[in-house]
T-cell receptor, first 115, second 112 residues
Framework: NAGVMQNPRHLVRRRGQEARLRCSPMKGHSHVYWYRQLPEEGLKFMVYLQKENIIDESGMPKERFSAEFPKEGPSILRIQQVVRGDSAAYFC?????????????FGPGTRLTVL | LAKTTQPISMDSYEGQEVNITCSHNNIATNDYITWYQQFPSQGPRFIIQGYKTKVTNEVASLFIPADRKSSTLSLPRVSLSDTAVYYCLVGDMYSSASKIIFGSGTRLSIRP
């Protein structure tokens, strides 16, 4: 059973470009979470999605950031017009249900560097 | 939501037992305590979870006193590969992921 997959693992963008980060949850998992981690800091929750629905986006900046989890295919975190402050590691996690007692399984992350 | 406090960093040596304590004074009745481990350049990995007393698995033990205001993650006979950041999280079964705060964790360094 493959784990959570994220691609690309590393992404370099120039200021003003768009960044698209992909996450394929574990087989059988219908809940996806996105987190951002700055160097030497903990993970910050961004958004929680189920198939075709955004359940909680309270941690996501109101502008330039969007997320989706279509019926078919991976979840996408999209950052438009990237700025240097967007440079971070972005982690995706999945779980079979929302209850926190159920473990979240994390992917290896995408490291975004904005030049 | 219960806030957690844990040491910023700890050092130890191979073969030693390491205990990392987390304070959560405002823990609620329905809250569980969960610990994650994160290696450099990797996503966090679930280690152990408990509600009260003691929980043990193949990786670690978790000790929770009766008042549940703190918890201690115990790693027996650590090796260099246990060098990582360890996060203590508190939340109840029905908390949304957005309510779970990872914090800065405890950076554990194991020396030869």
């Amino acid at each position: 059973n493959a784990g959570v997959m994220q691609n690309p693992r590393h992404l370099v963008r120039r200021r003003g470009q768009e960044a698209r980060l992909r996450c394929s949850p574990m087989k059988g998992h219908s809940h996806v979470y996105w987190y951002r981690q700055l160097p030497e800091e903990g993970l910050k929750f961004m958004v929680y999605l189920q198939k075709e629905n955004i359940i909680d986006e309270s941690g996501m900046p109101k502008e330039r950031f969007s997320a989706e989890f279509p019926k078919e295919g991976p979840s996408i975190l999209r950052i438009q017009q990237v700025v240097r402050g967007d440079s971070a590691a972005y982690f995706c996690a999945s779980s079979p249900q929302e209850q926190v007692r159920v473990t979240q399984y994390f992917g290896p992350g995408t490291r975004l560097t904005v030049l | 939501l219960a806030k957690t406090t844990q040491p910023i960093s700890m050092d130890s040596y191979e073969g030693q037992e390491v205990n990392i304590t987390c304070s959560h004074n405002n823990i609620a009745t329905n809250d569980y305590i969960t610990w994650y481990q994160q290696f450099p350049s990797q996503g966090p990995r679930f280690i152990i979870q408990g509600y009260k007393t003691k929980v043990t698995n193949e990786v670690a033990s978790l000790f929770i006193p009766a008042d549940r205001k703190s918890s201690t993650l115990s790693l027996p006979r650590v090796s260099l590969s246990d060098t990582a950041v360890y996060y203590c999280l508190v939340g109840d079964m029905y908390s949304s992921a957005s309510k779970i705060i990872f914090g800065s964790g405890t950076r554990l360094s194991i020396r030869p």
